[in-house]
C-alpha cells in the first residue's frame, strides 16, 4: 500500500531558482527519508529525517517534517541543471521492521 | 557510489522465456530488495530478504521468485515471461537496524 505521495508530480524551473517538493503520508513513521532518481536509474539517499526532527539540512537541501499534518518539504536552494531528476520520499510504518514504502515522485525540471 | 549491481541493464526477450535478472552487493548487508517501476511511476516491492536462506513476498503480487543462498547475491527469476512482465526492476540493499537503502542501476526488461 502506498505511504508517501510527493506533490507536486511535475516541477519546472529555471536555474538559480528554489524547488519545493512536499510528501504527505497516511500513518505514524520512525522517519522519513528523500531519494532521488536520474533518469533510468537507481535511487540515491539524499537525506533521511527521524520523527522527532523538524528541520534538517544537507548542503543546498533542506528538508521540514510535520507530523501533526503528516507531511515533510524538500527545499532545493539556488538549483541548477544537474538537479533535474525525480525526487521521491520514503516511509516507514512505525512498530515493525523497516520496509520503506515510496511514493510516485516529483519530477523535477531545471531549466538552463 | 554503492557497491550493488545488477546485470542485464537492458533485455528484450520473447513471450514464454525463463530469465533470471542478477544483483550482487559487496556491502555485506544483510537485507535486500526487489522493486518494480514503470516509467514516472511509483516504485512497488515485490520480495525481501532479512539475510541469507529469508525470503518474503512484497506488496506487488508477483509472478517472479526470489532465492538468497548467499549474503550478497539475491537473484529473481521469472519463470515464463509475459508482457506485462514489461518493466524497470531496481534491487537494493539497506544494513540490519540502518534505514538507509543503496539502489543498484536498474534492469530495464521487455517482454515482446
Known amino acids: 500500500s502506498q505511504q508517501g505521495e510527493e506533490d507536486p508530480q511535475a516541477l519546472s524551473i529555471q536555474e538559480g531558482e528554489n524547488a519545493t517538493m512536499n510528501c504527505s503520508y497516511k500513518t505514524s513513521i520512525n522517519n522519513l527519508q528523500w531519494y532521488r532518481q536520474n533518469s533510468g536509474r537507481g535511487l540515491v539517499h539524499l537525506i533521511l529525517i527521524r520523527s522527532n526532527e523538524r528541520e534538517k539540512h544537507s548542503g543546498r537541501l533542506r528538508v521540514t517534517l510535520d507530523t501533526s499534518k503528516k507531511s515533510s518539504s524538500l527545499l532545493i536552494t539556488a538549483s541548477r541543471a544537474a538537479d533535474t531528476a525525480s525526487y521521491f520520499c520514503a516511509t516507514d510504518a512505525s512498530g515493525g521492521s523497516y520496509i520503506p514504502t515510496f511514493g510516485r515522485g516529483t519530477s523535477l525540471i531545471v531549466h538552463p | 557510489e554503492a557497491d550493488i549491481y545488477q546485470t542485464p541493464r537492458y533485455l528484450v526477450i520473447g513471450t514464454g522465456k525463463k530469465i533470471t535478472l542478477e544483483c550482487s552487493q559487496t556491502m555485506g548487508h544483510d537485507k535486500m530488495y526487489w522493486y518494480q517501476q514503470d516509467p514516472g511511476m511509483e516504485l512497488h516491492l515485490i520480495h525481501y530478504?532479512?539475510?541469507?536462506?529469508?525470503?518474503e513476498k512484497g506488496d506487488l503480487s508477483s509472478e517472479s521468485t526470489v532465492s538468497r543462498i548467499r549474503t550478497e547475491h539475491f537473484p529473481l527469476t521469472l519463470e515464463s515471461a509475459r508482457p506485462s512482465h514489461t518493466s524497470q526492476y531496481l534491487c537494493?540493499?539497506?544494513?540490519?537496524?540502518?534505514?538507509?537503502?543503496?539502489f543498484g542501476p536498474g534492469t530495464r526488461l521487455t517482454v515482446l
Open positions: 530478504s532479512y539475510g541469507v536462506n529469508s525470503t
Open positions: 537494493a540493499s539497506s544494513e540490519y537496524g540502518v534505514d538507509t537503502q543503496y
